[in-house]
């Protein structure tokens, strides 16, 4: 993760939930007052973000003690204490939200995302993220991705070439997009091409891409389209990836699953913070 980047984010993540102050704790609590307090796993889950974590309080303040009890990409037990704390505890309290929904946040995406890992075990499939991620939280979620297992597909439009449907039906077809993208000296780029149907894939196939993108076909198709690539480019499948489906998508031969749901519409995971 980049550290700016971070470091930004956390800082306006935290000018938004304590604007000119926690009101309730500075009227509880004296300046000078210590707490000591843990993190609960409430569920199994695949952890991830503790750095994220740790690093909101050191935001607020540096004489804050985070000691986590399991690294990133470790399974952590229901029950089970994550990390332990100490510190001021007016800083402890006003940085809980945001440190929190964080690392809920990229738990949940981990545990997900380790899931879908698991279900192709032993298979060459990788698992992959897409660009459907919380705006503002991409590095985050994406580094849960990979903290659970996953790959990252593209980070952003400037990452690769991936020539989509909407390219392809405002430039008049796969082939005139492709001859675009090359005559702009993109040769030395990938280039993948996103298809719907069997005749889309030959044609993806005649202008010699490097990885074809079976968008929303049935199993049967991508099966058929699996044998008409034969090892030309990389397959990849995307489109109304679940996690019930993942089995039979690998299966079918293709080298790639990329899934929306790993980022946009996780269930947090369930930890609490608990002061003494």
Avoid: W
């Avoid at 449907?165 to 040769?187: L, Y």
């Avoid at 299966?251 to 699953?257: C, K, P, W």
């Amino acid at each position: 993760m980049n550290k700016l980047a971070l470091d930004d984010l956390l800082q306006r993540s935290l000018r938004e939930d304590i604007g000119f102050g926690d009101i309730t704790s500075e009227a509880i609590f004296a300046e000078n007052h210590k707490s000591e307090g843990f993190l609960l796993a409430k569920q199994d889950l695949v952890l991830a973000g503790m750095e994220v974590f740790a690093r909101v309080f050191a935001l607020l303040d540096h004489q804050i003690q985070i000691s986590p009890y399991y690294t990133d990409g470790t399974l952590v037990p229901k029950g089970e204490k994550i990390a332990g704390m100490t510190g001021c505890t007016r800083s402890l309290l006003a940085g809980e939200r945001v440190a929190l929904n964080l690392l809920q946040r990229m738990s949940g995406i981990a545990t997900h995302t380790r899931r879908y890992v698991e279900a192709v075990n032993g298979l060459s499939t990788i698992i992959v993220d897409t660009r459907k991620t919380t705006p503002g939280l991409r590095m985050l979620e994406k580094y849960a991705v990979t903290a659970g297992g996953g790959k990252n597909h593209r980070y952003g439009l400037d990452s690769m070439v991936l020539i989509k449907d909407n390219h392809i039906q405002a430039a008049g077809g796969i082939s005139t997009a492709v001859q675009r993208v090359r005559n702009q000296g993109a040769c030395f780029r990938k280039i993948e091409v996103e298809v719907e149907n069997l005749q889309q894939v030959q044609e993806a196939l005649s202008v010699g891409v490097d990885i074809i993108m079976l968008d929303n076909m049935p199993i049967q198709m991508i099966e058929q389209a699996v044998k008409m690539i034969d090892g030309k480019a990389l397959v990849e499948v995307s489109g109304n990836v679940v996690l019930e489906r993942i089995a039979q998508l690998a299966a079918a031969g293709v080298d790639i699953i990329s899934s929306g749901e790993l980022t946009h519409s996780v269930k947090t995971a369930d930890i609490s913070m608990r002061l003494s």
